[in-house]
């Protein structure tokens, strides 16, 4: 397992832009955004390969939010822009040592490490 470190929520008006970051203290082959509403089950958001050049992204957020990682200094990253209302929840930044498909990107039971969440919320 590896420590993993969000950072950057806050609140946002709808259409505006935010960046969350996580820091990774060790090897994490595949990493992912996972975010949770209050009353709804983890959704999968965004995952990224190692080598940066696979990535998948859940239908909602698909135009609007980027995944990018910087191995070098252990990063992951999610740009999202455009928000809306619906994009308020806690994100979690995920990590596994394993090598994924890409149609298991975003299945929170191929991840061991998780963050401790941080808030984003969403004003219309």
């Known amino acids: 397992q590896v420590h993993l470190v969000e950072s950057g929520g806050g609140s946002v008006q709808a259409g505006g832009s935010l960046r969350l970051a996580c820091y990774a203290a060790?090897?994490?082959?595949?990493m992912a955004w996972f975010r949770q509403a209050p009353g709804k089950d983890r959704q999968g958001v965004a995952g990224?390969?190692?080598?940066?050049?696979?990535?998948a992204y859940t239908d909602s957020v698909k135009g609007r939010f980027t995944i990018s990682r910087d191995n070098y200094k252990n990063m992951l990253y999610l740009q999202m822009n455009k928000v809306n209302p619906e994009d308020t929840a806690t994100y979690y930044c995920a990590a596994t040592e394993r090598v994924l498909d890409v149609g298991d990107f975003l299945r929170p039971n191929e991840y061991n490490s998780w963050g401790q969440g941080t808030q984003v919320t969403v004003s219309s």
């Open positions: 990224i390969s190692r080598g940066a050049g696979t990535t």
């Open positions: 060790g090897y994490a082959h595949n």
